[in-house]
Protein backbone atom coordinates (compact mmCIF):
# COMPACT_ATOMS: atom_id res chain seq x y z
CA UNK A 1 0.00 0.00 0.00
CA UNK A 2 1.09 3.58 -0.59
CA UNK A 3 -0.16 6.60 1.24
CA UNK A 4 0.54 10.51 1.46
CA UNK A 5 -0.99 13.07 3.27
CA UNK A 6 -3.22 16.49 2.35
CA UNK A 7 -4.41 19.86 3.20
CA UNK A 8 -7.82 20.83 1.20
CA UNK A 9 -6.92 24.42 -0.21
CA UNK A 10 -8.84 26.96 0.18
CA UNK A 11 -9.52 26.33 -3.88
CA UNK A 12 -10.53 23.03 -3.19
CA UNK A 13 -13.74 24.42 -0.82
CA UNK A 14 -17.11 24.51 -1.99
CA UNK A 15 -19.91 26.72 -0.51
CA UNK A 16 -20.75 24.68 2.06
CA UNK A 17 -17.31 24.60 3.62
CA UNK A 18 -16.49 21.40 2.82
CA UNK A 19 -14.46 19.44 0.21
CA UNK A 20 -15.14 19.72 -3.08
CA UNK A 21 -15.72 16.33 -4.73
CA UNK A 22 -13.33 16.61 -7.95
CA UNK A 23 -10.80 17.53 -5.97
CA UNK A 24 -10.82 13.96 -3.98
CA UNK A 25 -10.45 12.68 -7.23
CA UNK A 26 -7.46 15.28 -7.87
CA UNK A 27 -5.93 13.76 -5.19
CA UNK A 28 -6.61 9.94 -6.14
CA UNK A 29 -5.10 10.65 -9.23
CA UNK A 30 -2.37 11.73 -8.19
CA UNK A 31 -1.49 9.37 -5.84
CA UNK A 32 -1.94 6.61 -8.52
CA UNK A 33 0.50 8.47 -10.40
CA UNK A 34 3.18 8.45 -7.73
CA UNK A 35 2.44 4.45 -6.80
CA UNK A 36 2.50 3.35 -10.34
CA UNK A 37 5.69 5.76 -11.10
CA UNK A 38 7.27 3.82 -7.90
CA UNK A 39 6.20 0.42 -9.25
CA UNK A 40 8.13 0.76 -12.26
CA UNK A 41 4.73 1.25 -14.65
CA UNK A 42 4.08 5.17 -14.88
CA UNK A 43 3.59 7.14 -17.77
CA UNK A 44 6.80 8.28 -18.24
CA UNK A 45 8.12 4.42 -17.76
CA UNK A 46 4.81 3.02 -20.20
CA UNK A 47 5.08 5.88 -22.80
CA UNK A 48 8.11 5.29 -24.63
CA UNK A 49 7.27 1.28 -24.88
CA UNK A 50 3.96 2.02 -26.45
CA UNK A 51 1.80 1.62 -23.23
CA UNK A 52 -0.81 3.49 -21.15
CA UNK A 53 -3.31 3.00 -18.61
CA UNK A 54 -6.99 3.91 -20.25
CA UNK A 55 -9.81 4.48 -17.43
CA UNK A 56 -12.60 1.96 -17.58
CA UNK A 57 -14.87 2.63 -14.14
CA UNK A 58 -15.00 3.99 -11.24
CA UNK A 59 -16.76 3.86 -8.02
CA UNK A 60 -16.56 6.80 -5.40
CA UNK A 61 -18.44 6.23 -1.93
CA UNK A 62 -18.66 9.40 0.29
CA UNK A 63 -19.22 9.20 3.93
CA UNK A 64 -17.61 12.35 5.15
CA UNK A 65 -16.34 15.40 3.39
CA UNK A 66 -13.19 16.63 4.92
CA UNK A 67 -13.05 20.83 5.60
CA UNK A 68 -10.78 23.59 5.11
CA UNK A 69 -7.07 22.65 6.20
CA UNK A 70 -8.39 19.51 7.86
CA UNK A 71 -5.29 16.69 7.66
CA UNK A 72 -6.05 13.71 5.70
CA UNK A 73 -4.46 10.84 4.30
CA UNK A 74 -4.90 8.95 1.32
CA UNK A 75 -3.95 5.42 0.69
CA UNK A 76 -3.71 3.42 -2.63
CA UNK A 77 -3.00 -0.25 -3.70
CA UNK A 78 -3.75 -2.63 -6.75
CA UNK A 79 -6.04 -5.47 -5.74
CA UNK A 80 -6.37 -9.08 -7.51
CA UNK A 81 -8.80 -8.94 -10.23
CA UNK A 82 -10.17 -12.11 -11.41
CA UNK A 83 -9.95 -10.41 -14.87
CA UNK A 84 -6.23 -10.46 -16.10
CA UNK A 85 -7.61 -7.66 -19.00
CA UNK A 86 -8.24 -5.58 -16.09
CA UNK A 87 -6.03 -3.79 -13.24
CA UNK A 88 -7.95 -2.73 -10.19
CA UNK A 89 -6.68 0.15 -8.60
CA UNK A 90 -8.24 0.89 -4.37
CA UNK A 91 -8.30 4.17 -2.71
CA UNK A 92 -9.29 5.35 0.45
CA UNK A 93 -8.90 8.63 1.99
CA UNK A 94 -8.48 8.96 6.25
CA UNK A 95 -9.18 11.89 8.39
CA UNK A 96 -6.61 11.93 11.72
CA UNK A 97 -8.64 9.65 14.16
CA UNK A 98 -8.30 7.10 11.30
CA UNK A 99 -11.63 7.15 10.26
CA UNK A 100 -12.51 6.55 6.32
CA UNK A 101 -14.02 9.60 5.11
CA UNK A 102 -14.36 8.11 1.84
CA UNK A 103 -13.43 5.27 -0.46
CA UNK A 104 -13.28 4.11 -4.33
CA UNK A 105 -12.62 1.36 -6.46
CA UNK A 106 -11.53 1.51 -10.12
CA UNK A 107 -10.87 -0.42 -13.01
CA UNK A 108 -8.00 -0.06 -15.99
CA UNK A 109 -6.78 -1.23 -18.94
CA UNK A 110 -3.11 -1.43 -20.01
CA UNK A 111 -3.14 -0.05 -23.52
CA UNK A 112 -0.39 -0.69 -26.24
CA UNK A 113 -1.63 2.28 -28.71
CA UNK A 114 1.03 1.32 -31.25
CA UNK A 115 -1.22 -2.00 -32.33
CA UNK A 116 -4.02 -0.84 -30.90
CA UNK A 117 -4.53 -3.57 -28.46
CA UNK A 118 -4.94 -4.22 -24.47
CA UNK A 119 -2.09 -6.13 -22.79
CA UNK A 120 -2.07 -8.40 -19.81
CA UNK A 121 -0.08 -6.49 -16.95
CA UNK A 122 1.26 -9.43 -16.18
CA UNK A 123 2.77 -10.46 -18.69
CA UNK A 124 4.85 -7.34 -18.87
CA UNK A 125 5.64 -7.69 -14.77
CA UNK A 126 4.74 -11.40 -13.20
CA UNK A 127 6.60 -10.99 -10.33
CA UNK A 128 4.15 -8.06 -9.72
CA UNK A 129 2.25 -9.12 -6.08
CA UNK A 130 -1.56 -7.24 -5.98
CA UNK A 131 -3.25 -7.47 -2.62
CA UNK A 132 -5.97 -9.12 -1.48
CA UNK A 133 -8.47 -6.60 -0.16
CA UNK A 134 -11.07 -3.94 -2.20
CA UNK A 135 -12.08 -0.72 -0.80
CA UNK A 136 -15.29 -1.13 -2.23
CA UNK A 137 -17.03 -4.35 -3.94
CA UNK A 138 -17.80 -3.58 -6.93
CA UNK A 139 -18.41 -6.32 -10.25
CA UNK A 140 -18.73 -3.29 -12.24
CA UNK A 141 -22.42 -3.98 -13.48
CA UNK A 142 -23.33 -2.24 -16.73
CA UNK A 143 -25.21 1.03 -16.35
CA UNK A 144 -28.03 2.31 -17.34
CA UNK A 145 -28.36 5.79 -19.47
CA UNK A 146 -31.09 7.82 -19.49
CA UNK A 147 -34.48 7.47 -20.19
CA UNK A 148 -34.96 11.16 -20.81
CA UNK A 149 -33.13 14.25 -19.92
CA UNK A 150 -34.75 16.32 -17.52
CA UNK A 151 -31.52 18.82 -17.94
CA UNK A 152 -29.45 19.03 -20.94
CA UNK A 153 -26.21 21.56 -20.93
CA UNK A 154 -23.40 21.69 -23.55
CA UNK A 155 -19.72 22.01 -22.77
CA UNK A 156 -16.77 22.60 -25.00
CA UNK A 157 -13.53 20.96 -24.18
CA UNK A 158 -10.57 23.72 -23.30
CA UNK A 159 -6.76 23.27 -23.08
CA UNK A 160 -6.71 22.99 -19.47
CA UNK A 161 -9.12 20.12 -19.63
CA UNK A 162 -6.87 17.73 -21.28
CA UNK A 163 -4.43 15.22 -19.41
CA UNK A 164 -1.16 14.13 -20.33
CA UNK A 165 -1.92 12.01 -23.24
CA UNK A 166 -4.02 14.63 -24.33
CA UNK A 167 -7.26 13.42 -23.81
CA UNK A 168 -10.08 14.44 -21.71
CA UNK A 169 -9.21 14.45 -18.42
CA UNK A 170 -11.49 11.41 -16.27
CA UNK A 171 -11.65 14.51 -13.61
CA UNK A 172 -13.47 16.85 -15.83
CA UNK A 173 -15.85 14.10 -16.72
CA UNK A 174 -17.16 14.05 -13.11
CA UNK A 175 -16.85 17.95 -12.97
CA UNK A 176 -19.24 18.20 -15.74
CA UNK A 177 -21.67 15.95 -14.98
CA UNK A 178 -22.49 17.44 -11.46
CA UNK A 179 -22.24 20.83 -13.43
CA UNK A 180 -25.22 18.77 -15.09
CA UNK A 181 -27.32 19.01 -11.88
CA UNK A 182 -30.02 21.33 -11.18
CA UNK A 183 -28.94 24.57 -8.86
CA UNK A 184 -30.81 23.58 -6.30
CA UNK A 185 -30.02 20.26 -6.05
CA UNK A 186 -26.77 21.30 -5.77
CA UNK A 187 -26.99 23.82 -3.10
CA UNK A 188 -29.15 21.46 -0.76
CA UNK A 189 -28.02 17.92 -1.59
CA UNK A 190 -24.09 16.56 -1.35
CA UNK A 191 -22.99 13.48 -3.65
CA UNK A 192 -22.26 10.89 -1.47
CA UNK A 193 -21.80 7.61 -4.27
CA UNK A 194 -20.64 7.54 -8.00
CA UNK A 195 -20.28 4.97 -10.72
CA UNK A 196 -18.95 5.94 -13.83
CA UNK A 197 -17.98 4.46 -17.35
CA UNK A 198 -15.36 5.97 -19.47
CA UNK A 199 -16.95 4.75 -23.20
CA UNK A 200 -15.03 7.15 -25.80
CA UNK A 201 -11.92 9.63 -25.60
CA UNK A 202 -12.67 13.55 -26.23
CA UNK A 203 -10.64 16.03 -27.25
CA UNK A 204 -9.99 19.26 -27.45
CA UNK A 205 -12.17 21.58 -28.77
CA UNK A 206 -14.72 18.98 -29.02
CA UNK A 207 -18.51 19.56 -28.36
CA UNK A 208 -20.37 17.61 -25.83
CA UNK A 209 -23.75 17.36 -24.28
CA UNK A 210 -24.20 16.39 -20.82
CA UNK A 211 -27.70 14.80 -20.60
CA UNK A 212 -29.07 14.46 -17.03
CA UNK A 213 -32.17 12.25 -15.74
CA UNK A 214 -33.30 13.39 -12.23
CA UNK A 215 -34.78 9.91 -10.41
CA UNK A 216 -37.02 10.94 -6.93
CA UNK A 217 -36.46 7.92 -4.35
CA UNK A 218 -38.89 7.45 -1.76
CA UNK A 219 -36.61 8.68 0.67
CA UNK A 220 -37.13 12.67 0.48
CA UNK A 221 -33.99 13.52 2.21
CA UNK A 222 -32.15 11.40 -0.86
CA UNK A 223 -32.28 11.44 -4.89
CA UNK A 224 -30.34 9.24 -7.76
CA UNK A 225 -29.35 11.10 -11.36
CA UNK A 226 -29.02 9.00 -14.09
CA UNK A 227 -26.01 11.17 -16.50
CA UNK A 228 -24.39 10.69 -20.17
CA UNK A 229 -22.08 12.98 -21.68
CA UNK A 230 -22.06 12.24 -25.61
CA UNK A 231 -20.37 14.15 -28.68
CA UNK A 232 -20.94 14.66 -32.09
CA UNK A 233 -23.23 14.48 -34.67
CA UNK A 234 -23.67 10.98 -34.22
CA UNK A 235 -23.79 11.21 -30.69
CA UNK A 236 -21.33 8.78 -29.40
CA UNK A 237 -20.90 8.28 -26.14
CA UNK A 238 -17.75 9.24 -23.98
CA UNK A 239 -19.42 8.42 -20.62
CA UNK A 240 -22.39 7.39 -18.58
CA UNK A 241 -23.04 7.38 -14.56
CA UNK A 242 -25.31 7.34 -11.84
CA UNK A 243 -24.73 9.84 -9.20
CA UNK A 244 -26.54 9.41 -5.66
CA UNK A 245 -27.69 12.44 -3.22
CA UNK A 246 -28.02 12.81 0.34
CA UNK A 247 -30.04 15.98 1.35
CA UNK A 248 -27.18 18.74 3.83
CA UNK A 249 -30.00 18.11 6.51
CA UNK A 250 -29.15 14.62 6.67
CA UNK A 251 -25.80 14.64 5.94
Not at 37 to 61: I, M
Request: hydrophobic share 40%; proline share 3%; glycine share 2%.
Amino acid sequence: MYGLTFKPRINEINIKGKLQFPAIINYFQHIAYKHAHDLGVGHEQLFPKGLTWLLLRYTVEVVRYARLEEKIKVVTWVAESENPRYTLREFELYDEENKVLCKATTSWLLFNFRKRKSVDFKEYWPEFKAENKRAVEDAFPKLRLPQKADIKKIMNVRMHDLDINQHLNHRVNIEWLIEGMPEKILKDYELTKLEISYKEQAFFEEEIIVETEIVKKQEKDQLEAVHRLIKGKKEKLVSKAITHWQSYHNS
